[in-house]
């Protein structure tokens, strides 16, 4: 089970808006502003889309945006589009051992 | 812009050892960490550990404390992991990432570069 929570699923139609949550804890999400986001397409390599809570690497599209509330993270992405459809991970700096805790994955299906 | 190569598939026997590498292409390690992350048929990515090349420090999960070892040559801008004892748990994609920065709780930072993935396969 993995140490931050997200849904199994969410789906949208092209060009509407959808939110991926990512609970945690004090120790974790709550406690600092590390949240990380990443997409993935089958096969392949994890991408940054999102570091430190908000901030969008070079190249990420504006409509990819993210937030942070007590020990929950949020994604939003809006304009949904076909090649939005991927798995989406959070993670975050954790003050235990573990040092780095994911989320299980949330896939995204385009309808 | 740097990529990371990583090298190819391994099946091994439990019980025995893997060693995966991870080297910088187009590019050097001169001012990032690289971490490894895993992830097992049907789980989730699991952060293993890192390392700063060019202090050589490394950090671990401490699940893997003991049974893996990271390094790193700065000079190929190579990194590795190794997971003594394997056991069948230990099937998985692993993959090296990189975090553009050198200060000593890099871990706390996205990762915005990733090797291909290796898949290590643990069967008798």
């Known amino acids: 089970q993995s140490a931050l929570t997200q849904p199994a699923s969410v789906s949208g139609s092209p060009g509407q808006s959808i939110t991926i949550s990512c609970t945690g804890t004090?120790?974790?999400?709550?406690?600092?502003?590390?949240v990380s986001w990443y997409q993935r397409h089958p096969g392949k390599a994890p991408k940054l889309m999102i570091y430190?809570?908000?901030h969008r690497p070079a190249g990420v599209p504006d409509r990819f945006s993210a937030s942070k509330s007590d020990n929950t993270a949020s994604l939003a992405i809006s304009g949904l589009q076909a090649e939005d459809e991927a798995d989406y991970y959070c993670?975050?700096?954790?003050?235990?051992?573990?040092?780095?805790?994911f989320g299980g994955g949330t896939k995204l299906t385009v309808l | 812009q740097v990529q990371l190569v990583q090298s190819g598939a391994e099946v091994k026997k439990p019980g025995s050892s893997v060693k995966v590498s991870c080297k910088a292409s187009g590019g050097t390690f001169s001012s990032c960490a690289i971490s490894w992350v895993r992830q097992a048929p049907g789980q989730g990515l699991e952060w293993m550990g890192g390392i700063i090349p060019i202090f050589g420090t490394s950090n671990y999960a401490q699940k893997f404390q003991g049974r893996v070892t990271i390094t790193a040559d700065e000079s190929t801008s190579t990194a590795y992991m190794e997971v003594s004892s394997l056991r069948s748990e230990d099937s998985a994609v692993y993959y090296c990432?990189?975090?553009?920065?050198?200060?000593?709780?890099?871990?706390?930072?996205?990762?915005?570069?990733w090797g291909q993935g290796t898949t290590v396969t643990v069967s008798s």
């Open positions: 990432a990189r975090t553009p920065t050198v200060i000593a709780n890099y871990y706390y930072y996205g990762m915005d570069v």
């Open positions: 430190e809570v908000s």
């Open positions: 993670s975050s700096y954790t003050s235990s051992s573990t040092l780095v805790v």
């Open positions: 004090s120790s974790d999400v709550g406690g600092h502003n590390s």
